[in-house]
Antibody, heavy 121, light 113 residues
Framework: EVQLLESGGDLVQPGGSLRLSCAASGFTFGSYAMSWVRQAPGKGLEWVSVISDNGGSTYYAGSVKGRFTISRDNSKNTLYLQMNSLRAEDTAVYHC??????????????WGQGSLVTVSS | DIVMTQSPDSLTVSLGERATINCKSSQSVLYSSNNKNYLGWYQQKPGQPPKLLIYWASTRESGVPDRFSGSGSGTDFTLTISSLQAEDVAVYYCQQYYSIPFTFGPGTKVDIK
């Protein structure tokens, strides 16, 4: 069974940093692109970032480019999102999600429950 | 960036009736080299993560009931629930994965009349 479990969400002050993790199980993690998608309270879905299966390609939404870094450790079956210079508008539940085998350009077929990041003083 | 719009914002449908949700992209998401529309549909129920229903605009994800169907090409797409069930109450999102940044529509809330 495919499982994605996010962790690391917390309350952080504006300008602060946080690293989210997503532990994957039930599939060959290193064969799939992985994404982060966030959802502000009561709002819709916003795509944040995607990383290719081997980590060689990464892409970001304009709203987080230069502040967030996506990475992965295929030996640990774990996806990460390093978030720096956090702003109030980054407050959201952050979901990790699995893409297609071998391609960043794909729909997202499995999602984690999400990890809440709150940016507030 | 490709802008995704959805209509209506919300709809209320009687049990057993058809529900139709429209999604429009600001530019084509049809990749000519493989003739695939890079468009997916997701269902999100309260307190749950989104669930993939349809990918490549019209391919139903494994395990999704056949009352859900997707159609359209280029810039105009439709998600149809042929016979609404109580468990279909949710918000539905379309998403393009044709170009970075991948973008979602604003969502359509479906309720029971």
């Amino acid at each position: 069974e495919v499982q994605l479990l996010e962790s690391g969400g917390d309350l952080v002050q504006p300008g602060g940093s946080l690293r989210l993790s997503c532990a994957a199980s039930g599939f060959t993690f290193g064969s799939y692109a992985m994404s982060w998608v966030r959802q502000a309270p009561g709002k819709g879905l916003e795509w944040v970032s995607v990383i290719s299966d081997n980590g060689g390609s990464t892409y970001y939404a304009g709203s987080v480019k230069g502040r967030f870094t996506i990475s992965r450790d295929n030996s640990k079956n774990t996806l990460y999102l390093q978030m720096n210079s956090l702003r109030a508008e980054d407050t959201a539940v952050y979901h990790c999600a699995r893409g297609l085998r071998g391609s960043c350009y794909s729909s997202l077929d499995y999602w984690g429950q999400g990890s809440l990041v709150t940016v507030s003083s | 960036d490709i802008v995704m719009t959805q209509s209506p914002d919300s709809l209320t449908v009687s049990l057993g009736e058809r529900a139709t949700i429209n999604c429009k992209s600001s530019q084509s998401v049809l990749y000519s080299s493989n003739n695939k529309n890079y468009l997916g549909w997701y269902q999100q129920k309260p307190g749950q993560p989104p669930k993939l229903l349809i990918y490549w605009a019209s391919t139903r994800e494994s395990g999704v009931p056949d009352r859900f169907s997707g159609s359209g090409s280029g810039t105009d797409f439709t998600l149809t629930i042929s016979s609404l069930q109580a468990e279909d109450v949710a918000v539905y999102y379309c998403q393009q994965y044709y170009s970075i940044p991948f973008t979602f529509g604003p969502g359509t809330k479906v309720d029971i009349k």
